[in-house]
């Protein structure tokens, strides 16, 4: 991989006073972090919200696919289920072991979207995007061919969960890959953290599902819902890689 990734330390997250660490990009991207005072607590708000999904959608759940290992968050929490995470850079999951305590030796190097194309039909019943380059979301996580893979490697009653960066208004690539998502799932939710503008980059969680898709929004880590504007179709051969 061409960036630089660094860990560092902070007395500080979100105004709070501790001590924490983080593993970050060289583009400032938080790829995520922990609390070394309390390191099984989850800090960052997008994993606690895909985790209560996970949780009230499912309760039973046991099989998950995981694209983007970050630091482990998601699959580390739930260390009695069955996780198998792609990560393209060795660094990452090197650091993931040696400064934020990952400890599961689940994680396969390599391209998320080949590897999944190597799991059995209708096992999964989660599937979690959180690959992220300088340019954001990899191009071939956002179209219908990926999409209509995740569907027939997910249960009939799983779902897909994307934690995308974007803007909550006017963002042509958000509108393009929710759109294109929505052509393969009968159901789909957008959820972001607030921001003073609709022009503010945010994260932002996109779910799609043949099942309807239930939350409870005091448990949602501050994401509230929001709605769209119809994009275009992103395909495999569309050659617009900056939208």
Known sequence: MNHEISVYESTQLYGEIGKFRFLQFSDHA?????????????????PRAIIHMMKINQPLFNNVFVIGHGIGTI??????KRFS???????VVELSRSFFGYLPNNVTVGDG?????????????????????????PFHFTTTDFFELTKQKLTCQ????MNLMGKSRNDKLINAIHTTLKETYAYSKVFSLPAEKGTDIRNMVVIGSNKRIEFQPRE?????EIELSQGHIIRDHDSR???
Do not use: C, W
Request: glycine share 8%; hydrophobic share 40%; proline share 1%.
């Open 75 to 80: 699959a580390g929490h739930f260390s009695d």
């Open 241 to 243: 890689r900056s939208l």
């Open 158 to 161: 799983g779902a897909l969960f």
């Open 85 to 91: 995470v792609a990560e393209i850079d060795e660094k």
């Open 113 to 137: 979207r080949q590897l999944l194309e190597n799991e059995d039909n209708h096992t999964l019943d989660y599937i979690i995007l959180d690959a992220f380059t300088k340019k954001g979301t």
């Open 220 to 224: 949602m880590a501050g994401f509230i």
């Open 30 to 46: 938080v790829q995520g972090a922990i609390d070394l005072n309390d390191p099984q607590r989850i800090v960052l708000e997008y």
